[in-house]
């Protein structure tokens, strides 16, 4: 008799906090509605009680008549970017104001203006109140997909959701912790069911690399984001989708960590999973595509504005910060070009586009049953670039990120199966003010005045992962789509895009073409013999003289004083070198490192730069691609800061500091050696064990604990 007591108290509360919100919700959107009859000269509302029948009329034909829509909008969802079900969605505002004495809407530019400033208001109210944003999520994306299930068996055994934030150490993420940032997953640890530990990375501490590690296992021959391949006499990116299906099926053993029909979303490789989406190694292969949520998320007009207005707000917040922080003087602060221009559209593209498109995927996926799917979200490594490490706006895409994964929970409660939430990142960031800021020159610059070569400056380039996630959504949408959609939005990007593959960026369709040979790319001047590239606070010096890695007494004998000269700038930590008579050296300014014999002649010039550094070091002087010179700038560990060859004032690509540093936020059900976990693929080995021996591990209800 007591427990029926409970039972019925218990309805009785959801009941009544079910219509205080729906009531709260129908105040926001007629408030809302007076608003817009404010602010928009041919809309009229008559009263109250016309906006209360006008908000109702248009709630029963959008349920009404929206399914049907559907099918008439599917092949141009991609296209526009939503556009279309945002007109069409006027539409039926027209059709309401014909319905609803006292409503009067003069135009379909007034609906369509009306329609955006619903969402904006009901936006902003809901981040000032806390309450309609979540809701209208629900509405709009969480019941939608339990809807669409169909034919899904249900499972007690438990499936797996890896969620990457690039760039992101485990120190600045205990930070974000402790101010208030990321209270979902503060929460996710203080209820004990979650633990946390970082990792350490591998020399090359950016994402290709540490993505080949986690998702298949190997990441050998990667030695930065992108490198000069000698077989081929070319420079090859690994956010080529010509380039990384090439690594991938290097990397791969047919038995990655998504091979049981598990699904890739906004990732550079695949972990050999059948589902993919926005992944760079896949683009080509159309047999692995699955469009329907892709173009699904912008079929719905709400899902369109929202993203409109959050993208737009993105791109005014980001011109805003870089104009506060050039009046504060804030220091360092990055280059103007890096942070003008297109950045902050493809800020915005970034952080609402490509993170919204994602989480709505995700929770496709877990309403699908899929027992894994491995996702990137890559906003604070953009911003943190820019911004910096620490900064409030690096922090301030932490607290959206939180925010999403609180939506992820709330999903994953009515999966057909439980799910696994694992948080993890695949490098960190270092900061400081760049090489070129501290110095006055560029690595290129510099090598050029040592050995007196003539060469062309590539390490500036400002590529990297930025362009790579924005590239790859829209590859699929010219590749893939509707022919209704991929031809008129083939001819838009024709000028930015080779074989459908899109390339914009600074480096544009011809750089990022991996087919193309040395003299057609023009990768570098004719009659030039060096090569530099850099990768955050890792050089990359070739030679192009000779087909083979050049040696430390070949380099001595043709440029003399080129290893002394980088070795003696106090700016650089290490430059390493294959001697024909010693094997790999490690040389620095007082001192030279042997690693072979493990033995250091003078002061060891990685003593700053962690205990594994000479392992690193002597793994990827073995690989295929490894340049003359890898070339390491300086770590101070009593600052923090270092300083990166590109113009990024957090950077990662090399050792040092806190982007050797990710971590790994995981169920305390699942099991961890206390052993410390070295490389990528030692992560790997953790989370494929996790998947494989998913049924033994007891599932715990962490919303029930939190409560």
């Known amino acids: 008799m007591a427990n029926q007591v409970r039972v019925k108290g218990n309805r009785g509360r959801t009941l009544l906090r079910f219509t205080v919100r729906v009531l709260i919700v129908l105040a926001v959107q007629v408030a809302s509605l007076a608003i817009m009859a404010l602010l928009l000269p041919g809309l009229q509302v008559e009263g109250v009680w016309t906006a209360i029948a006008a908000v109702g009329v248009m709630a029963l034909l959008n349920a009404l008549l929206w399914p049907l829509l559907i099918y008439i909008l599917l092949p141009f969802a991609v296209l526009t970017l939503g556009l279309a079900s945002l007109i069409l969605n006027a539409g039926l505002i027209l059709l309401a104001g014909r319905l609803v004495d006292g409503l009067t809407v003069d135009g379909l530019w007034t609906a369509v203006l009306l329609t955006v400033g619903l969402t904006a208001i009901n936006v902003i109210l809901g ?33 797996f959701l890896f969620l990457e934030f690039d760039g992101l150490a485990k120190p600045v993420l205990e930070r974000a912790m402790a101010e208030g940032y990321v209270p979902t997953l503060r929460r996710w640890l203080e209820t004990g069911g979650y633990r946390l530990v970082s990792w350490e990375t591998d020399l090359s501490s950016q994402t290709s690399a540490s993505q080949a590690g986690i998702l298949h296992g190997n990441n050998d021959n990667i030695p930065a984001f992108r490198w000069y391949d000698r077989a081929a006499g070319q420079i090859v990116s690994t956010s080529n989708p010509k380039v990384a299906p090439k690594l991938e099926q290097a990397a791969s053993d047919g038995n990655g960590l998504l091979v049981d029909n598990g699904a890739s979303r906004s990732n550079v490789f695949s972990g050999d999973a059948p589902n993919v989406m926005n992944t760079v190694s896949t683009l080509l292969d159309l047999d692995r595509f699955h469009p329907g949520d892709f173009g699904a998320y912008f079929l719905y007009p709400y899902n369109t504005a929202r993203t409109l207005i959050l993208t737009v707000w993105e791109i005014i917040l980001e011109i805003w910060q870089y104009r506060k922080a050039r009046r504060n003087n804030v220091y360092p602060l990055a280059p103007r ?130 362009w790579g996630h924005l590239n790859a959504m829209l590859t699929e949408a010219v590749r893939y789509s509707h022919k209704a959609v991929s031809k008129p939005l083939g001819s838009v990007l024709q000028g930015r895009s080779e074989e459908g593959r899109v390339a914009l960026g600074p480096e ?76 790999p050296v490690a040389i620095g300014g007082e001192g030279r490192y042997y690693l ?98 998913s049924s033994q591990v007891a599932f715990p209800n962490l919303r029930e604990e939190s409560l």
Do not use: C
Not at 524 to 548: A, F, Q
């Open 337 to 466: 070009e890096h942070r003008g221009g297109v950045y902050p559209v493809l800020r915005g593209m970034t952080n609402v586009v490509l993170r919204e498109l994602t989480l709505y995927t995700l929770v496709g996926d877990m309403f699908a049953g899929v027992p894994a799917a491995y996702a990137t979200f890559a906003g604070y490594d953009e911003v943190a670039h820019h911004s910096g490490v620490e900064s409030e706006d690096a922090f301030d895409v932490l607290r959206k990120l939180d925010k999403q994964m609180a939506r992820l929970e709330t999903a994953a409660a009515e999966a057909p199966r439980p799910y696994h939430l694992v948080l993890l990142s695949d490098h960190g960031q270092t900061g400081g003010a760049t090489f070129k800021q501290r110095y006055g020159v560029n690595l290129e610059t510099l090598v050029h005045q040592l050995a007196r070569e003539k060469y062309r400056v590539l390490g500036d380039v400002d590529v990297h992962e930025d």
């Open 508 to 583: 544009g369709p011809t750089q990022a073409n991996g087919d193309r040979g040395a003299d057609e790319a023009e990768a570098w001047e004719p009659g030039s013999t060096i090569v530099v590239l850099g990768s955050g606070n890792l050089g990359l010096v070739y030679g192009t003289r000779i087909p083979e890695r050049a040696t430390l007494e070949l380099i001595e004998a043709f440029y003399p004083g080129l290893l002394d000269g980088l070795a003696q700038h106090k700016g650089i930590a290490f430059v390493l070198v294959h001697s024909e008579a010693d094997g």
């Open 127 to 159: 981040t000032v109140l806390n309450i309609d944003d979540d809701s209208a999520w629900y509405r709009n994306v969480l019941r939608r997909r339990m809807r669409r299930r169909k034919h899904v068996t249900e499972t007690d055994v438990p499936g």
């Open 596 to 693: 072979r014999e493990n033995r250091v002649d003078g002061a060891n010039p990685l003593v700053n730069l962690g205990p594994n550094a000479a392992h690193h070091l002597l793994r990827y002087d073995a690989f295929r691609d490894a340049p003359d010179l890898y070339v390491g700038s300086f770590y101070d560990p009593e600052s923090g800061e270092g300083a990166s060859f590109e113009e990024n004032i957090g950077f990662h690509g090399g050792l040092g500091g806190a982007q050797t540093e990710p971590f790994l936020l995981f169920p305390s059900a699942l099991p961890l050696a206390d052993e410390p976990l070295v490389g990528a693929v030692a992560v790997h080995r953790v989370l494929k064990g996790w998947v494989s021996d």
